[in-house]
């Protein structure tokens, strides 16, 4: 079986800068990564537009206001950068010289910017909202509707040795691990397959009824179809030359992602999910890993699904 032609091209990274330290570690593994692959890195701080009435504050538009905002941010980062990240370079440039600061609404400005300028990864650290995350403003438009896979770093980035990608079997887990392979193969990583064999009642939540009388199943028999059909699906994959292992678990799939995680330095997931839980919107697993995964989460968008945002 050949993988599905996704493969990890940062050839063009763009990474989002807060003012202050927030983003710190995001912008490291940013630059990181560009170092290690040879692609151009973008920095982008998008300042929110100040609105006032109708008449001007001290002789200022709405626009000028903006505008010196967006420089004043410009100054803050570029001196923040120098500083905190004076050692950094990328193609021998520091990174106060890949700034951007834009004005406008930030979920739209980069979006836009990462369309327009081919964008293959977007790099995000913690908003500081991470474990309440309601996929609100910027978190739910990037997740959502970002067409390149977007990374989430939220602590010191470490040297990719281990990737871990959680399949379901499922059409759109193939173009992720696929992609999670071009990835391993770049950063010249070990890839771990983790599937996680889900009890049927707990598909069941409250409020839905459950089937009345025997069910036409054992629990063991549908474990035993599933660990026969990620046996086949690991044997006849096309790993083209990269390291990997396999594991099948009987457990909660959040549950073990985050407490497999500090054994590799990135996990990969699809935004999608086979629930019809709240969080559908990424995928309820997805949503939990993002909300309290210590290791990084690499989000690769299924093209075949769209939001309505």
Same mark, same amino acid.
């Given at each position: ?133 309601? !996929? $609100? ?8 509707? &970002?067409?390149? @896979? +977007?990374? *989430?770093?939220?602590?010191?980035? =470490? ?122 919107? !990424? $995928? ?8 309290? &995964?210590?290791? @990084? +989460?690499? *989000?690769?968008?299924?093209?075949? =699904?769209?939001?309505?945002?």
């Amino acid at each position: 079986m050949n993988a599905p032609s996704r493969t990890f091209a940062a050839q063009r990274i763009l990474a989002c800068v807060a003012e202050g330290a927030t983003s710190d570690h995001a912008v490291r593994a940013a630059a990181a990564i560009a170092e290690r692959t040879g692609a151009q890195l973008d920095l982008l701080h998008v300042v929110p537009p100040i609105l006032v009435g109708p008449t001007t504050f001290a002789g200022l538009s709405s626009e000028n206001l903006s505008r010196q905002r967006a420089e004043q941010a410009q100054q803050s980062i570029a001196a923040h950068l120098s500083h905190r990240h004076a050692d950094v370079r990328v193609a021998g440039r520091p990174l106060s010289d890949l700034l951007t600061v834009s004005v406008g609404s930030p979920a739209r400005v980069v979006l836009d910017r990462a369309r327009e300028s081919a964008c293959d990864l977007l790099v995000v650290g913690d908003s500081g909202k991470r474990k309440q995350l309601d !996929l $609100g403003g910027l978190a739910r438009a990037l997740y959502a509707r &970002a067409e390149c @896979p +977007v990374w *989430t770093q939220v602590e010191p980035p =470490r040297a990719i040795e281990r990737v871990l990608v959680p399949i379901d079997l499922s059409e759109s887990s193939r173009g992720v691990l696929a992609y999670a392979l071009s990835l391993a193969r770049t950063m010249n990583a070990r890839l771990h397959v983790l599937e996680c064999f889900v009890r049927p009642e707990l598909f069941y939540g409250a409020g839905m009824d459950v089937p009345a009388g025997p069910l036409p199943y054992t629990i063991d028999s549908l474990r035993n179809v599933e660990y026969e059909a990620f046996g086949r699906f690991v044997e006849e994959f096309d790993w083209q030359g990269v390291q990997h292992s396999a594991e099948f678990v009987d457990d909660d799939p959040a549950r073990a992602i985050l407490s497999a995680q500090d054994r590799f330095q990135v996990i990969v997931m699809g935004t999608h999910g086979r629930s019809a839980l709240a969080a559908a919107l !990424l $995928g309820s697993v997805t949503w939990q890993v993002l909300r309290l &995964a210590r290791t @990084p +989460v690499l *989000t690769v968008h299924d093209k075949g =699904r769209s939001f309505a945002l």
